[in-house]
Nanobody, 118 residues
Framework: QVQLVESGGALVQAGGSLRLSCTTSRSTFSIAVMGWYRQAPGKQRELVATITRDGSTNYADSAKGRFTISRDNAKMYLQMNSLQPEDTAVYYC??????????????WGQGTQVTVSS
């Protein structure tokens, strides 16, 4: 089991920055893949960025050049710069824990609201 708690969401003006945090109940380095997803009203949840246990990162095209995913032993972060109104969404922390080869358990946090005003 992994508990995930997001924080850092807020109301910010366009062009501003936010740093989201995801606190985990176990070392992030014991988790195969961690990621940030977001869901805007009326839209499906979408990938923002992921980071693997070995530190490899992957970003959605919308996040490249503006967002940076990182982690330390206890938390995962998402630094978001140059925020735009279209970044408004609930941001979710995700963890995939390896059970055995090819099988993962997936966990989600409760989400944190990011609102970007124009």
């Amino acid at each position: 089991q992994v508990q995930l708690v997001e924080s850092g969401g807020a109301l910010v003006q366009a062009g501003g920055s936010l740093r989201l945090s995801c606190t985990t109940s176990r070392s992030t380095f014991s988790i195969a893949v961690m990621g940030w997803y977001r869901q805007a009203p009326g839209k499906q949840r979408e990938l923002v960025a992921t980071i693997t246990r070995d530190g490899s990162t992957n970003y959605a095209d919308s996040a490249k050049g503006r967002f940076t995913i990182s982690r330390d032993n206890a938390k995962m972060y998402l630094q978001m710069n140059s925020l735009q109104p279209e970044d408004t969404a609930v941001y979710y922390c995700n963890a995939k824990v390896l059970v055995r080869a090819g099988l993962f358990n997936t966990y989600w946090g409760q989400g944190t609201q990011v609102t970007v005003s124009s």
